[in-house]
Structure formats: C-alpha cells, structure tokens
C-alpha cells in the first residue's frame, strides 16, 4: 500500500478518465489496483486460496461503484475500503457454507469499522485484535452482548431479533449502538 502522493494521484487520473469513458485507461486502472490489492488482501488475513476470489469480487465491486469516486479526493481509501467490505462478505459466504476458524472475530471487527482502509493490519495484529474483539464482547452486558451476537454473529436482522426477543426494533437499534461505542473505546483504549 503506497502512500506516495504521484502514485495516489497516478490512480485518481486513471480513475477519472475511466469515469469519462475512456476504456484504456480504465483498464489500466483496474490492472494497476489487483497489484496494489493482492498484498492487501492478504494482510486483511484472508486464506491463500480464498485471496483470488476476493479480488475479482472487489475488482467487481469497484467497477460496480466507479461512480461513486469523487474527483479529487484520495483514492486508495476508497479503493481499500471497497476491498475490505468485500472481504468481510467472502468471510461471512464462507462462515455459512463451511467452518472457519473462530468467524465471529471477523463480524465482531467490522460492526466496529475498526479497519482503517488506510492502514492494513498485519497477520499477527489482525490475529491480535480478532482476541482482543472476542475478549472485549463477553465484556458486554448481557442483553447488549446478546444483540449483537444475534445481529452481528448470527446475521439477523433488526426486526427477527425484535419478534425473537419481544424487545422493540428502536431498543434493538439503541442498544446495538450502545454495545459498538462501548467495543470502540475498549478496543482502541486497549483495555484488554
């Protein structure tokens, strides 16, 4: 991830002239962002076998959402942090589908946006915080602690936990924020 401004600006260029229509460029700019996303990908803890498909899925979503780069503004923010949603997304696919070493880690990170696009974690710290989010949940009260493991865990929806639980959608949405700003302020204070 370079944070050389020229090459910053280099991408932006590329970037806009494909918003204009121009296909050589766009191309050029989609060749340039799967060298700068591999190694990205990678220090977002994704498997090895898994890292193809999460760059074609974020190549897509960039394509996808090529309208919405403002003209000067940074790119590689954007570019990274379309790739980290698509990769939080392949790892909850995953999660449905198979066994993933201890998956909640990955929901429990992103309900936080505790990943800075701009700051790529390595294997270890990524392992690190993935501990420190599981440790700070239980630290949770009961009921907040419930909700977001059914919202964020469990992949339900406001409404499914407000008829499971008999609780009001707004409870359900005060608390959930509640349990986030609480799970921020442990993480990024290293209490844990």
Not at 19 to 25: A, E, F, L, P, Y
Not at 164 to 185: D, F, P, Q, W
């Amino acid at each position: 991830m370079s944070k050389d401004p020229h090459i910053q600006q280099k991408f932006a260029i590329l970037m806009m002239a494909g918003q204009s229509g121009d296909k050589v460029s766009y191309n050029l700019f989609l060749k340039e962002t799967t060298k700068i996303l591999r190694p990205f990908i990678s220090s977002l803890g994704a498997d090895h076998n898994w890292q193809d498909d999460i760059l074609q899925n974020s190549l897509i979503a960039i394509h996808k959402y090529r309208h919405t780069y403002i003209p000067g503004r940074p790119i590689f923010p954007w570019i990274y942090a379309i790739c980290r949603h698509t990769t939080i997304d392949h790892f909850r696919k995953i999660r449905r589908h198979q066994k993933i070493e201890d998956p909640r880690s990955i929901d429990v990170i992103e309900s936080m946006q505790l990943f800075d696009a701009s700051n790529a974690l390595s294997d270890e710290s990524f392992a690190e915080l993935s501990d420190r989010a599981l440790k700070a949940l239980e630290t949770l009260p009961e009921k907040q602690r419930r909700i977001v493991t059914l919202m964020k865990l469990d992949g339900l929806s406001v409404k499914e936990i407000s008829n499971l639980t008999g609780t009001t959608e707004s409870a359900i949405k005060v608390n959930a924020h509640r349990a986030y700003e609480k799970l921020r302020t442990i993480l990024k204070g290293g209490e844990l």
